[in-house]
């Protein structure tokens, strides 16, 4: 299949691979932007072919991961009332709010739906002239355009059913935020090609040069993630911090001004709440005063709500790139796809659930945790104090692994 | 209606445990734990069959060996490219027999029907019905029809029953061996999107048609070619990552997939990429995976593509010792992952 295959070749990804163990050496750490990413590299399993001790940090590009609890708790708060058709893209309909997620709540007759796009929540608002529809309006600003659509359209069609619980966030705020943590081990980025065909590249060249670090914009396949590993490694190995298009074919220098206008037109640039790192500064998106109208969270009265987090999550950290799933006591145990604590286990993109669905699994407690696999970083340099913490390879009996035997009967 | 977030008593982590979900007939994990939690339980002792098989296998002492399966179903929409629910229910039932290794003799046919459906309708899912049993030379011998008040079911449900003798060959999840060749008959994922791109009308430019059809003379051929088949099963519901799983599971192997050797259809292949479904977790209505020892391989994959509907059969993997009860995947910078089943309803991510 076209622009698939050619970016699966397995002969082409392995002298990739190659290249790559001859260009690095040092243990460099880049952070991965997107969950999209994170899923190809988990599933493909890239990051256990790298470099020795050269590792990839799991970023905060998964929508459904950054989606504030007190956000998903309103929309269940909305979803529960009377007359109202609740309306989100596919995975959020698993994320735990504090007490319940919209997949139970619409086995208890709440009227919850699955769209693949905003304009079908609002084609459903015309049709459906004597209920309230809500359209759950969450991402980042590659989700953002079409959002806007929806309320330029509803408010074209005059409709006055139609509602949208904005949760919306920016990628190179939270970009800044990593890097000036204290805490920060993030060398360089692989931007997230998705959202730079929207946004375009020029807002990367300031983080690049104030914080020196490479930024290379990369797709979504694996040989994109590669040859994005690859350019990252050549600018860190040559003293190079340059914004670097690596998914031209999708990715225009400008973006899609036409998608950029629709934003604008909508929206405007407000601080918001991440789930598991706090409020950043000009970090997301709100309605503006002329679209108020369309604002979900007045209209039914659901401002008010706040939560609190698990205590036994570390999602913020995950999120962060600070620690892994594999760091996690809860990880595959008390936390799995079936009864996710936090939503990293939740999205396909979350990195929690990219791990459980690539089979990595934490050992039980006092068991044999199996040879490391090689070239495995996480491996190679287990967090201090968490010895048995090392991802069991595909090769490991079953028989140490009781979270998976339970699973299966 | 209205939910009050404050009734609700679950603690976290607050796994829906009171309720059913949807994703309880997925044919995945949740699907699992019902049978194995509530299901189970009340009929232990009872049955005869084993839960991880489609179809029980009931020796009649002189009289010989009887295969038996049911199976409702409940597909919406009721119409979809390639099929409708009626041929759906032959074909599946007669897949579940067949895949015991028995040969279908006939089958049972109920209908749930609610108020207000146009008898149109009902002519043209009949007409299928006897359409894909008579092409099947597999007749229906019986049946009931009841009909419901409007809102207590959605519009139709077919149930179909169906027994065959079994012959020599006893083809049986737990009969997996390490060394095993897994054979695919066709390409994966076909009946899941073709429904998909119809009940979510996502607009597909080209049409993806389900795999619905009947495999018992596949399935006849197969077994005289390699009369040592280990397993046969067809990767309904759960797609073929669940079923796999359920064999390694049952039988103590691995199982060690090759990603570029299964086959998928471009538009297929097309549909999963831009929902984010993995094609190895949609459901197939007309193919079969066939475990079966190296030495009868190649003679089982050439009666396999000797038919018109195993014309694109091929050789997906094996069966191992290592790691049993594990399914893993090599991808294509030679890392293995493993393959897990679906979780609870297979949902389309964001972006």
């Known amino acids: 299949m076209r622009y698939l295959n050619e970016y699966r070749d397995p002969v082409l990804a392995k002298a990739i691979v190659r290249e790559l163990h001859r260009t690095a050496t040092r243990p460099w750490a880049i952070m991965e932007v997107c969950g999209g990413q994170t899923h190809t590299l988990v599933r493909q399993g890239i990051d256990e072919v790298l470099p020795a001790g050269m590792r990839m940090i799991h970023g905060p590009g998964c929508p459904v991961c950054v989606t504030p609890l007190e956000q998903i708790d309103r929309a269940l708060a909305i979803a529960g009332q009377p007359g109202v058709i609740f309306t989100s893209f596919g995975d959020m309909l698993r994320v735990p709010g504090s007490h319940t997620d919209l997949l139970s709540l619409r086995a208890r007759g709440a009227d919850v739906r699955v769209v693949y796009s905003p304009l079908q929540a609002v084609q459903l608002a015309e049709a459906n002239p004597d209920r309230q529809v809500v359209f759950f309006a969450i991402g980042f600003e590659t989700t953002a355009p079409a959002n806007a659509m929806s309320v330029l359209r509803a408010a074209q069609l005059g409709l006055t059913n139609y509602s949208v619980l904005v949760s919306h966030v920016l990628v190179p705020p939270a970009m800044r935020a990593i890097l000036d943590a204290p805490d920060n081990e993030v060398q360089a980025f692989l931007a997230a090609g998705h959202v730079c065909s929207v946004m375009g590249v020029s807002e990367y060249v300031p983080i690049a040069a104030r914080y020196r670090v490479p930024v290379v914009v990369t797709g979504f396949e694996p040989l994109d993630l590669l040859d994005g590993v690859l350019r990252a490694v050549r600018q860190l190995e040559t003293g190079r911090a340059e914004v670097d298009n690596a998914y031209a074919r999708a990715v225009a220098t400008d973006g899609n001004p036409a998608a950029r206008a629709a934003i604008e037109r909508v929206f405007e640039v407000s601080d918001r709440a991440w789930r598991g790192i706090g409020v950043i500064e000009r970090s997301g998106l709100r309605l503006r005063p002329e679209y108020a109208g369309y604002d979900a969270e007045p209209r039914f009265s659901v401002t008010d709500i706040t939560a609190r987090e698990h205590p036994d999550c570390i999602a913020g950290e995950i999120l962060r790139g600070i620690r892994t799933p594999m760091d996690c006591p809860a990880y595959g145990d008390g936390c799995t796809p079936r009864t996710p604590l936090g939503a990293p286990m939740v999205s396909n993109e979350g990195t929690c659930a990219a791990y459980h669905a690539a089979g990595r699994r934490r050992p039980a407690p006092g068991t044999d945790a199996g040879p490391p696999p090689t070239g495995s970083p996480s491996d190679a340099a287990p967090p201090a104090g968490s010895p048995s913490d090392a991802a069991p390879p595909a090769t490991s009996p079953a028989g140490v692994d009781p979270h998976l035997e339970g699973s299966r009967r | ?351």
């Not at chain 2, 607050?14 to 339980?41: C, K, N, W």
């Not at chain 2, 599946?92 to 309708?121: F, H, K």
């Not at chain 2, 593509?305 to 993997?317: H, L, N």
């Open chain 2, 1 to 351: 209606m209205s939910v009050q977030l404050g009734d609700l008593t679950c603690p976290v982590p607050h796994a829906e445990t009171e309720r059913v979900l949807l994703g309880h007939g997925s044919g995945g994990q949740l699907s699992a734990a019902l049978l194995r939690d509530v299901i189970g339980p009340a009929l232990a002792g009872g049955g005869t069959g084993s839960m991880a098989e489609d179809a029980a296998v009931l020796d009649l002492g002189t009289g010989g060996t009887l295969v038996f399966s049911t199976d409702a179903f409940v597909v919406n929409p009721r119409e979809f490219p390639g099929g409708n629910i009626g041929d759906l229910a032959v074909n599946g039932t007669i897949n579940d027999v067949a895949m015991m290794g028995g040969r279908p003799m006939a089958l049972s046919l109920a209908y749930v029907i609610e108020e207000g459906l146009p008898v149109d309708e009902l002519t043209r899912v009949t007409a299928a019905v006897g359409r894909a049993a008579a092409e099947a030379g597999v007749p229906v011998a019986t049946g009931d029809t009841k009909v419901v008040g409007r809102g207590a079911a959605d519009g139709i449900y077919v149930i179909t029953s169906g027994v065959g003798l079994a012959g020599t060959a006893r083809p049986a999840a737990t009969r997996a061996r390490p060394g095993d060749v897994l054979l695919l008959s066709g390409p994966l994922a076909a009946h899941g999107m073709a429904v998909m791109s119809v009940r979510e009308n996502l607009g597909f430019e080209s049409e993806i048609r389900s795999d619905t059809r009947a495999l018992h003379r596949l399935v006849a051929d197969v077994l005289a070619a390699a009369p040592d088949t280990h397993v046969l099963r067809d990767p309904t519901r759960g797609g073929l990552a669940s079923a796999l799983n359920e064999i390694a599971a049952v039988a103590r192997v691995g199982v060690e997939l090759d990603e570029q050797a299964i086959p998928v259809d471009d538009p297929v292949r097309g549909a999963c990429e831009l929902l984010g479904l993995d094609p190895m977790h949609v459901a197939n209505e007309g193919i079969c995976v066939a475990f079966v020892p190296a030495d009868q391989a190649d003679a089982a994959l050439a009666a396999m593509r000797a038919r018109p509907e195993g014309a694109a059969a091929t050789v997906i993997g094996e069966a191992v010792s290592e790691h049993p009860g594990r399914v893993t995947v090599r991808t294509l910078v030679g890392s293995r992952r493993i393959v897990d089943m679906l979780v609870g309803e297979q949902l389309p991510r964001i972006c």
